[in-house]
């Protein structure tokens, strides 16, 4: 079975400064892989999503971008963090139509 | 716009009783739903899947209905305990086309289960 990676668990960040958080993927391969925000007391809202490596599809505009160096590496990065990226990031892989989450980042912009 | 609803923000029931749960769609046409679970603090974690052939599912306590005439799923636990405090997530994918198993999800609904 699959087992997802994310680092930092938590972090405090000043606006401004960048942002690296990466995920890494256990027991899959060729991977389905997504990076969610969720915002306090909201729901998921789906950030960047890749299919293979070097394959970047953003959902929405934001201040944030995707990488995918490795098969079973996800990197969320930001050159410049604002007040509104805080939140709790979760990296999931996907598979036969079930999503499997990691354990998450939370990330504070002061 | 698409949009998913899950009625209730939060619901509190005692224990032994069963917890019904809701999520309503509008502008899909979703070949599945599927039901999370997640914990403070910590990610989802998938629960159930159903398609939209299938009318009803059950797994243990629970079981899931899915009305694609109503656009509506109810989520249902039967003898509930504490321990199934959560917040529950509905999500959806689009059928047809190439959605790489993008998922939209509700902003989910805080169960509290009380002794």
């Known amino acids: 079975s699959q087992t997802i990676h994310q680092w930092p668990a938590t972090l405090v960040q000043p606006v401004g400064s960048p942002l690296s958080l990466e995920c890494t993927v256990e027991g899959t391969s060729n991977p389905n892989l997504y990076w969610y925000r969720q915002a306090a007391g909201r729901g998921l809202q789906l950030l960047f999503y890749?299919?293979?490596?070097?394959?970047i599809s953003s959902e929405v505009p934001q201040n944030l971008s995707a990488s995918r160096p490795q098969d079973r590496q996800f990197i969320l990065s930001s050159k410049k963090l604002l007040l509104s990226d805080s939140g709790f990031y979760l990296c999931?892989?996907?598979?036969?139509?079930?999503?499997?989450f990691g354990p998450g980042t939370r990330l504070t912009v002061l | 716009s698409q949009k998913i609803e899950q009625n209730s923000e939060a619901l509190n029931i005692q224990e032994g009783k069963t917890a019904t749960l809701t999520c309503n769609y509008t502008?899909?046409?979703?070949?599945?739903l599927q039901w999370y679970r997640q914990d403070p603090g910590r990610g989802p974690v998938f629960l159930l899947l159903?398609?939209?052939?299938?009318k009803e599912k059950r797994k243990e306590r629970l079981k899931v209905t899915f009305d694609t005439t109503l656009k509506q799923s109810l989520f249902h636990i039967t003898a509930s305990q504490p321990a199934d405090s959560a917040t529950y997530l509905c999500?959806?994918?689009?059928?047809?086309?190439?959605?790489?198993?993008?998922?939209?999800f509700g902003q989910g609904t805080i169960l509290t289960v009380h002794p």
């Open positions: 890749s299919v293979g490596i070097g394959q």
């Open positions: 999931a892989e996907g598979q036969d139509n079930e999503q499997f």
């Open positions: 159903i398609r939209e052939n299938e």
């Open positions: 502008n899909y046409s979703p070949a599945y």
């Open positions: 999500a959806l994918e689009n059928a047809g086309g190439t959605s790489y198993g993008k998922l939209t």
